[in-house]
């Protein structure tokens, strides 16, 4: 194929944009991948995951509290060159005496704040005790020594807009975003990297591994994830293709080493004229393109078993039954739990819950131990309405539940309701409570989001749920805030579904909650002139 001219260059460039690629060598299957940078290495990790390969990263989550953005790992992200560097830099030290992290190695990452530190190299700048601080860095360093082991090193350059501490000379994760912060002025200041310093930081960033993993090889990609904001004069647009210009040169001209290669993810998102690609943000790519650029990702570096490839594009299509299709050939050329699962996922979503049932019975079959496939039992047997074997799936379940698991102890609480058993609804709304007092709060902002999304009925459903828990206890304990929210979170799903009437009556019981809440009086004032 002559890929030199670009008047031969259309079938690449049309309907979507696919630049050839020429791999340097392939990642044998089951290899270990450690991923950093941007945002959008988190999103190719499962995707790789799924195709047989170790992700260490996947291994690290904390609390949701510590990071309200989405929990998960996504408090690894690291935007800038210097942020990926001083990761390795402080992991390599460590690695190198013993693996335990200490207080001293804290020392130039804390800042001191709201009666806690915040780690000021991770996302979110949420205030921790220190002996939680320093627990999480071990965590932390658990993950990232597999750097100076692994087969493969992807890392994704997102920003070049940084900030700089000035007491300690580090670069820190983002923008001051805490009150503390942003009155230390003197402390904190903007810093535009040139290329030459992003440049300087990725090489350096790479010596480190290689010092310690010689056979290490790296796949550079630029993030197309456009910037949220710009520090700069520029408009935002400007400042972003700045931004992604200087860091696509770092990568061309690393990727000329025999151990980097470049993937042209960046290029395929940012050339393919196609607005469908995007979220609604029109910042966030949209999943079943990820899927697409892994696929080719895959295709052209990573060796994997045919069932595996076909279990990882089926999260890349755009309809239900072409993915259905997909796990079906899966699973006559390798069964696993897994793949019944994820058959069992999508027959759920198409409304073939007889189907989904027997899908995670075979998952259930071949492993009995992930508690995961006991939740979707008991789900699917409450949408047929059959709630005492609903009830049954989650107890042979109990026993694999994760310590702290709140959400299952919620669902069967909502299951004994249903099955008029109310003692055993209220005990085990108390349980779901003690395993995680914040679990109400968390549930309105997952209501939240499920509405942002337009999926109005299971937001009206978790707030449902939060207003029946506060229902079923004492005055005494009753959060009136909180059920307050709830009624709120009820009304605004009411009204997206066109129920005025029933939006107004629950308007009017959350102002009657709270009638304080600017938010709750103008929702309620702005359904009334309606």
């Not at 030459?196 to 990609?221: H, M, Q, S, W, Y």
């Not at 080493?257 to 609604?280: C, Q």
């Not at 699962?341 to 198409?350: I, T, V």
């Not at 395993?435 to 109005?456: I, R, T």
């Amino acid at each position: 194929m002559d890929i030199s001219h670009w008047s031969k260059a259309s079938p690449r460039l049309k309907p979507q944009v696919w630049p050839a690629v020429t791999a340097k060598g392939r990642i044998p299957e089951g290899s270990t991948v450690f991923t950093m940078g941007s945002c959008f290495a988190r999103n190719i990790e499962k995707h790789l995951q799924r195709l047989g390969f170790a992700i260490p990263t996947l291994d690290f989550s904390v609390p949701k509290e510590e990071f309200p953005m989405g929990g998960g790992n996504g408090m690894l992200n690291k935007y800038t060159p210097p942020s990926i560097f001083q990761e390795i830099s402080w992991a390599a030290r460590i690695h190198d005496r013993d693996g335990v992290v200490v207080a001293e190695d804290l020392h130039d990452l804390t800042y001191p704040c709201q009666g806690g530190y915040v780690d000021l190299q991770l996302g979110g700048y949420v205030p921790v005790g220190f002996d939680r601080l320093l627990e999480r860095r071990q965590q932390l360093y658990d993950v990232v020594r597999n750097i100076f082991s692994c087969g493969l090193v992807v890392m994704t350059l997102g920003l070049i807009e940084a900030w700089r501490d000035t007491k300690t000379g580090l670069f820190i994760q983002q923008a001051p975003s805490i009150k503390e912060m942003i009155r230390d002025r003197e402390r904190f200041v903007f810093h535009l990297l040139s290329h030459g310093e992003c440049l300087g930081f990725v090489e350096d960033a790479i010596a480190l591994v290689r010092a310690r993993n010689p056979k290490a090889r790296f796949l550079l990609t630029t993030s197309p994830i456009p910037l949220g904001r710009t520090f700069t004069d520029d408009d935002v647009i400007v400042a972003n293709l700045h931004s992604k210009s200087k860091l696509r040169s770092v990568c061309g001209e690393l990727a000329a080493r025999e151990e980097v290669e470049y993937f042209p993810s960046f290029e395929s998102v940012m050339l393919t004229k196609d607005w469908d690609i995007w979220y609604p943000d029109l910042r966030h790519v949209e999943g079943f393109f990820v899927g697409e650029i892994v696929n080719r990702l895959c295709d052209a570096y990573f060796d994997s078993s045919e069932s595996a490839r076909l279990y990882q594009r089926s999260f890349c299509c755009k309809s239900n039954e072409e993915s259905v299709e997909l796990m079906r050939a899966a699973l006559e050329l390798e069964e696993k739990a897994e793949y019944h699962s994820r058959l069992g996922g999508l027959y759920r979503l198409a409304g073939r819950l007889d189907e989904a049932i027997e899908s995670f019975r075979n998952a259930n079959r071949l492993d009995p131990a992930e508690w995961e496939t006991y939740r979707h039992l008991a789900i699917l047997e409450e949408k047929k309405g059959c709630f005492k074997e609903a009830l049954l799936w989650l107890a042979r379940g109990e026993e694999h539940w994760p310590t702290g698991n709140g959400e299952l102890h919620l669902i069967q609480s909502r299951l004994s309701n249903k099955s008029h058993d109310r003692a055993a609804a209220v005990e085990s709304m108390k349980r779901a409570l003690d395993a995680d007092p914040s679990l109400m709060k968390n549930k309105l902002s997952q209501g939240q989001v499920l509405l942002s999304v337009k999926q109005v009925d299971r937001a009206a459903l978790v707030a449902n749920e939060v207003i029946n828990y506060n229902l079923s206890i004492p005055d005494s304990h009753r959060e009136a805030g909180c059920l307050a929210q709830a009624r709120l979170l009820l009304s605004r799903a009411h009204e997206h579904a066109g129920r005025l009437d029933e939006a107004v009556a629950e308007a009017e019981k959350a102002a009657a909650l709270d009638n304080g809440d600017s938010e709750i009086r103008a929702h309620l004032a702005t359904l009334r002139e309606r």
